[in-house]
């Protein structure tokens, strides 16, 4: 199986094993219900995230609410 | 409308209703820039404010413990409004607008676009099509931008449903630094008004609301405080008391004396 590779939060991150964008959050230890993702500039709704798999060179941000003003 | 119960701070107001959404206290704070995450939950009780605003920032991957802030703030107990604090551009805007609404709760986003990291002054190009754009998604827009009534104007026009002129720049605690400008953007406007940034400390939200502005957002001044604690209550006291003050209507000012004593019945 070829090695995938994303722009995780604009860092290089090679995937250990997650195919699809809940299988990331799960890799990365987050609660899909406090973060949103975006794929290549567009937001997957946290119903889509089991269904959306990751592919090699995509760029994936992972946000959440802090303090701001 | 009023209605007076028995000791202090007890005429009651209308609420402010924005986009159908009534809020009791007219003071919004901000969560940021706070020493501990203890001390901004304490003050933002202090403050008795009911909206508080947000920022949409990358996970650290690295620092798991950087918890959001949605472990510290309940979201039943307090409407967060998503800002889009830190973007120079329309479209950035536009996109963490979308991130917000997503992350959030309601579809309300406090609009910013800069224009200049020095004075962090609004890009009021960048403001309006960003505005044109999230109305037509469906967004509740609240627009920060200049104490200027041409572009507060055609951000009612365009749909915002409150406008959001500053007292001065954003973390300056420089205060109300144009009272006309605000009482005129209030006078023409027909969506709320509200006062973002700038204030110092209490007498400077307390000549906020005097102008007859709908509400005050702060950040800095409460979070910046020796005891943010302290100064969110003062900030409480200080918004109610400026807007009863508006309510009650000022005695004009005069050049000359008049007595309160009077003059009749003085010994010949």
């Known amino acids: 199986m070829k090695a995938v590779t994303l722009t995780l939060n604009g860092e290089p991150r090679q995937l250990t094993g997650a195919a699809t964008l809940a299988e990331l959050l799960g890799e990365l230890g987050l609660d899909p219900r406090a973060v949103v993702v975006e794929l290549n500039r567009h937001i997957v709704r946290r119903t889509e995230l089991a269904e959306t798999p990751v592919r090699d060179g995509d760029t994936v941000e992972v946000v959440h609410f802090v303090g701001g003003g | ?268």
């Open chain 2, 1 to 268: 409308m009023r209605e007076v119960v028995s000791g202090t701070e007890t005429v009651l107001d209308q609420p402010l209703v924005i986009a159908g959404k009534a809020f009791r206290s007219r003071l919004f704070v901000g969560t940021g820039k706070y020493r501990s995450n203890d001390e901004m939950v304490s003050a933002i009780e202090a403050s008795g404010a009911e909206c508080v605003t947000v920022a949409v920032r990358r996970v650290d991957l690295d620092r798991r413990k950087e918890a959001g802030i949605l472990h510290h703030l309940d979201p039943a107990r307090y409407f967060l409004l998503a800002n889009t604090a830190g973007c120079y551009s329309a479209d950035e805007a536009v996109r963490y607008a979308r991130l917000g609404r997503e992350a959030g709760f309601s579809d309300f986003v406090k609009l910013e676009v800069i224009g200049d990291q020095e004075t962090l002054l609004p890009d009021v190009t960048g403001l309006l099509a960003a505005a044109r754009q999230l109305v037509t998604e469906g967004f509740t827009v609240l627009a920060y931008t200049n104490d200027d009534l041409i572009t507060a104007l055609r951000l009612e026009q365009a749909g915002c449903a409150a406008v959001m002129p500053l007292a001065s720049p954003i973390g300056s605690g420089l205060g109300l630094l144009n009272p006309y400008s605000i009482r005129t953007i209030k006078r023409r406007l027909t969506v709320p008004v509200i006062v973002d940034a700038g204030v110092g400390t209490a007498s400077d939200a307390c000549l906020v609301m005097e102008q007859g502005v709908d509400g005050i957002l702060m950040n800095t001044a409460i979070a910046e405080a020796a005891d943010a604690v302290a100064m969110a209550t003062a900030m409480r006291r200080a918004t109610e008391a400026g807007r009863l003050a508006f309510l009650a209507g000022r005695m004009p000012r005069r050049e000359t004396a008049v007595p309160s004593t009077p003059d009749r019945g003085l010994l010949a």
